[in-house]
């Protein structure tokens, strides 16, 4: 029996996992509420396994504290893994493995809604019509139709993003190392081109050494005036004091923001109570052509379905030592 011990479990995925499990006979799950980090860690002595999310802490001392509680492996929930010391889990012969795709379309289609809420006032239309005021002072927006997409990172969740965009009349610029040859309405060009030619950018490469920050005071100003910018992959991309600077400058047209720099306090958790000490998600909040989501850009019913059933083969793979591909080496 493979025992994983599941950390910030929430109903939803409790629900998933279990559904899928019954598929599973040799796996056991335990589930916790706590957050995985360097104190929870403890908590994993007798355990094979843990399981994790993007918000866990599972920097150097909490591998650390797993290796020393005989775990052998992490399950990561998700397919950004930004937050592993992958370097200490090697050292320490623990195995990570994650979900590479699960629904690339949920993020895309996120990334679609938080484009067309921040340009066209959706969040602010909803509240001002909830109070019986039906002007629509503040609301102009612009057409996507004939405009230009520029999509950072056209892996699987930035060709979704692409077709979408090219769905909607758009004309679909893009920048990544690796040109996806399948897409052939997108013309790749530089990152300087991509920036200042787009009206809508959505960022849809993966957080590394190289990409971040990449919007930046210096990318933000080679960037068209009364751009639209979207992001839905990691919140360093992005360096949160230079937006707010582009966007005081009124450089941005709207900015829609599933992913942020200081989000790792915030995420999935109600923090409505809180007086909260510094915020940089107040100050974003605080304009008017700004929409913020907390990392939902996964949250769909096929998207946690895919999520619970590759989790369980890529554990079901390691209690028999086969290789997935979904190892993260
Ligand atoms: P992917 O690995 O399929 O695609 C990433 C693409 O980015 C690749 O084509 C790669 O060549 C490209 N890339 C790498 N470095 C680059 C650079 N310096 N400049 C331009 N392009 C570069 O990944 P996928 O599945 O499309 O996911 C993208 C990101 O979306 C993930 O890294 C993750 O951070 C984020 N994500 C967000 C979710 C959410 O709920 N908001 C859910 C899932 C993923």
Not at 12 to 27: A, C, H, L, T, V
Not at 133 to 139: A, C, H, P, R, T
Not at 248 to 271: H, I, Q, S
């Amino acid at each position: 029996m493979l025992k994983i011990l599941f950390y910030d479990t929430k109903s939803y995925d409790e629900e998933s996992f279990e559904r899928r499990r019954k598929e599973y006979p040799g796996i056991h799950i335990d589930y916790l509420k706590s957050t995985l980090g360097p104190r929870t860690a403890r908590l994993a002595r007798g355990y094979d396994a843990v399981c994790a999310f993007v918000n866990c802490d599972i920097g150097t001392e909490t591998i650390e504290t797993l290796h020393e509680q005989g775990v052998g492996l992490i399950l990561m929930r998700c397919a950004g893994f930004n937050n592993v010391d992958i370097h200490k889990a090697k050292a320490c012969g623990i195995r990570v493995l994650r979900v590479p795709g699960y629904s690339p379309e949920a993020v895309a289609e996120h990334a679609i809604g938080l484009a067309l809420a921040a340009n066209r006032k959706i969040h602010k239309a909803y509240v001002r019509v909830r109070e019986n005021d039906f002007s629509l002072n503040g609301m102009l927006g612009f057409n996507f139709f004939e405009k230009t997409a520029g999509i950072v990172g056209t892996g699987k969740i930035g060709a979704a993003m692409a077709r979408l965009c090219y769905g909607f009349g758009m004309k679909v610029l893009a920048y990544d190392r690796y040109p996806n040859s399948s897409l052939d309405f997108v013309t790749y060009v530089s990152l300087e081109e991509l920036l200042s030619a787009s009206d809508l950018i959505s960022l849809h490469c993966p957080l590394t050494d190289d990409t971040y920050h990449l919007i930046n005071r210096e990318t933000i100003r080679k960037m068209k005036d009364g751009v639209v910018l979207v992001n839905t992959s990691r919140g360093g991309l992005v360096k949160t004091d230079d937006l707010i600077e582009g966007i005081r400058a009124r450089k941005f047209f709207a900015v829609g923001l599933d992913v942020y720099e200081e989000e790792k306090k915030n995420v999935y958790e109600d923090r409505s109570d809180e007086i909260l000490e510094s915020s940089v998600t107040a100050r974003l909040l605080s304009f008017p052509n700004v929409v913020i989501t907390s990392h939902q850009g996964f949250f769909t019913q096929e998207a946690l379905s895919a999520i619970s059933e590759t989790t369980l083969g890529n554990a079901q793979a390691y209690q028999k030592g086969e290789v997935t591909g979904n190892e993260v080496e």
